[in-house]
């Protein structure tokens, strides 16, 4: 129910494109884009052909070339120089997914940017959220990582994003994020649950 539920999100005019159903054009169609931090020039991402790791000054070259191409929405994917335990690139305010929000908002408002809302590779131990002890020993903490997955979405909503996309398989994840974008001003903002899991690991 309201205010929860907030149907006017998916009214929004650069947004509806993205929804509607029965045809295939290029506004169904998103780009995902991979900007690393430490890169001078684009590097070729041999495990998936056509796929480059971008710096972040081309941020605007490459948005500008798929506006143009008629795609109209990207899902960001970021690289950072460097990682910590607390994944604290994820969400600093000039971090690479945020850099990349901004620059591209700038030279091109109307395309819809997606940022992905994980932690993996900002973790210096690979996982998405907080690893602490648990009854069974070291595993990742559910709502320690809710509180951090809070804290990357309304730091990448502030960047711009027009919409978050979590893919950490959190329990309670979609619910909390949620809370935070709206006590946050960014009632505004969609979010896309896009995860799948096929197979569990010890921090799973």
């Known amino acids: 129910m309201f205010p929860q539920v907030r149907l ?3 009214r929004r005019r650069k947004i509806i494109p993205l929804l509607e159903e029965t045809r295939i054009s290029n506004h169904d169609l998103i780009a995902p884009l991979f900007f690393d931090e430490g ?3 684009a590097v070729p991402i041999q495990a998936m052909p056509g796929q480059f790791r971008w710096p972040v000054r081309k941020a605007g070259d490459v948005v500008t070339r798929l506006y143009n191409a008629g795609i109209r929405a990207v899902l960001l994917f970021g690289i950072p120089k460097e990682k910590d ?4 690139g994820a969400f600093a305010s000039d971090g690479v997914v945020q850099q990349v929000t901004r620059e591209m908002k700038s030279i091109c408002p109307d395309m819809v940017i997606i940022t992905d809302l994980c932690a993996c590779e900002y973790t210096d131990h690979g996982h998405c959220g907080v690893i602490g002890e648990s009854c069974d020993g070291p595993c990742l903490l559910n709502d320690p990582s809710l509180e951090m997955m809070q804290r990357i979405a309304v730091s990448q909503a502030e960047a711009g ?3 978050v996309a979590p893919s ?4 309670g994840m979609v619910s909390s994020i949620r809370e935070a974008l709206d ?3 960014h009632q505004d903002v969609l979010i896309m649950s896009y ?3 096929f197979a569990s690991s010890l921090y799973g």
Do not use: H, Q, T
């Not at 950490?168 to 329990?171: F, I, S």
């Open 85 to 88: 335990a607390e994944g604290s």
């Open 161 to 163: 994003a027009d919409i």
């Open 39 to 41: 890169a001078e020039e």
């Open 183 to 185: 006590d946050y001003g």
């Open 8 to 10: 006017r999100r998916l």
């Open 168 to 171: 950490c398989m959190l329990d």
């Open 195 to 197: 995860s799948s899991k």
